[in-house]
């Protein structure tokens, strides 16, 4: 199994603040089977809370916890075929959504962990 992370995903993960995310979520993110990834969307928007003082670290260091920690990665799909299924995200002014989103569809719809439930309510491939 495939699945995403979304940005407060991630940073409950690097912060070890595991009671934030669902048991649903954190049975997934246990399988042995399951290839987590990172859209380069989460990357950014962690930058950008790490530049506004709302995170401690900076996405590099975020990145480099969750990779050694829980075996996530960022995924290497070419940004022109994420930005094409994007341009189809028409629900959400929120550019991040968006492109986290485009990036599960795009890689076959894969599963997306998220707490947003404004995501879940789009994306039926959420788990929470």
Known sequence: ?????????VVWL???DLKRI??????????????????PM??????????VA?????????LSKVEH???ARVCDLPFATVANIMLDEKWTRD???RMIVAQAKANG???LISADDEIAAHYPRTIW
Do not use: C, W
Request: glycine share 4%; no cysteine.
């Open 1 to 9: 199994m495939i699945a995403y992370l979304d940005t407060n995903v």
């Open 14 to 16: 690097a912060q070890g």
């Open 22 to 39: 669902s048991r649903k979520a954190q049975n997934s993110l246990a399988e042995t089977t399951t290839d987590i990834l990172i859209s």
């Open 42 to 51: 989460v990357l950014i928007e962690l930058e950008y809370l790490y530049e």
């Open 54 to 62: 709302r995170i401690r670290l900076s996405a590099r260091d975020v």
């Open 69 to 71: 920690e829980i075996g």
């Open 95 to 97: 550019p991040f959504d």
């Open 109 to 111: 719809l894969a599963h």
